[in-house]
Nanobody, 126 residues
Framework: QVQLVESGGGLVQAGGSLRLSCAAS????????MGWFRQAPGKEREFVAA????????YYADSVRGRFTISRDNAKNTVYLQMNSLKPEDTAVYSC???????????????????WGQGTQVTVSS
């Protein structure tokens, strides 16, 4: 069993930046792909970014590519999401999730992820 705790969310003006962290405990996630998803009120959960187990491959939703960067520090059992040039439409609860073991091409569907954190709220004002 693994527990995930997200942090770093908050209120920011459009154009600003935030760095989200996802700290894992209970077991190592160093052999798993990891993903970030978000869910806005009244909308379905959507894929944001994913990173392969080694960190060599990263994947992004078209809506965030070039603005967001996913990374991981396996020594700290933590995954990050650096968010720059934030827009009001980025407002959502952001959650991290554990993907496939030794996956080099993590999926974009929530069903492909096994464990989820509670999420952290990101609010971008215009």
């Amino acid at each position: 069993q693994v527990q995930l705790v997200e942090s770093g969310g908050g209120l920011v003006q459009a154009g600003g930046s935030l760095r989200l962290s996802c700290a894992a405990s209970g077991r190592t996630i160093s052999s798993n792909a990891m993903g970030w998803f978000r869910q806005a009120p009244g909308k379905e959960r959507e894929f944001v970014a994913a990173i392969s187990w080694s960190g060599a491959n990263t994947y992004y939703a078209d809506s965030v590519r070039g603005r967001f960067t996913i990374s991981r520090d396996n020594a700290k059992n933590t995954v990050y999401l650096q968010m720059n040039s934030l827009k009001p439409e980025d407002t959502a609860v952001y959650s991290c999730a554990v993907g496939g073991l030794y996956s080099t091409q993590p999926g974009r569907r929530p069903g492909e992820y096994a464990y989820w954190g509670q999420g952290t709220q990101v609010t971008v004002s215009s």
